[in-house]
C-alpha cells in the first residue's frame, strides 16, 4: 500500500476547505448568500429566523484561513495515521 505524503494531503484538504468558504464568502459579498440559504433549507423543509450579514473582508480573510489551516492540520494527521497503519 502506498504512503500519503503528509504535506500534500494536508495541502489538499486545506485547498478543499478553503475554497469552499472562500466561495462562501464570495456568495456573502454578491448579496446571494441569503436567497441561497433559504432555497436550500426549504428543500430540507426547514423554516429559521436568520439574517445573513453584511460582508467584511476581514472576517472572511479570517474565515478562508482558519478554515484552510484546519484542513492542512486534518490533512496532515490524516496522512500520518495512514502512514502508521499502513507499515
Known sequence: MNNLHQIKAGLCLAML????HLAWA??????????????I???HFIKLD???EEF???TALLLVALT????YIV???????WNALHK
Open 50 to 52: 436568520y439574517v445573513i
Open 75 to 81: 490533512g496532515w494527521g490524516f496522512a500520518r495515521l
Open 68 to 71: 484552510a489551516s484546519i484542513g
Open 26 to 39: 464570495l456568495l456573502v459579498a454578491s448579496g446571494w448568500a441569503q436567497i441561497v440559504t433559504d432555497f
Open 17 to 20: 476547505l478553503g475554497g469552499l
Open 56 to 58: 467584511n473582508v476581514s
Open 41 to 43: 433549507l426549504r428543500l
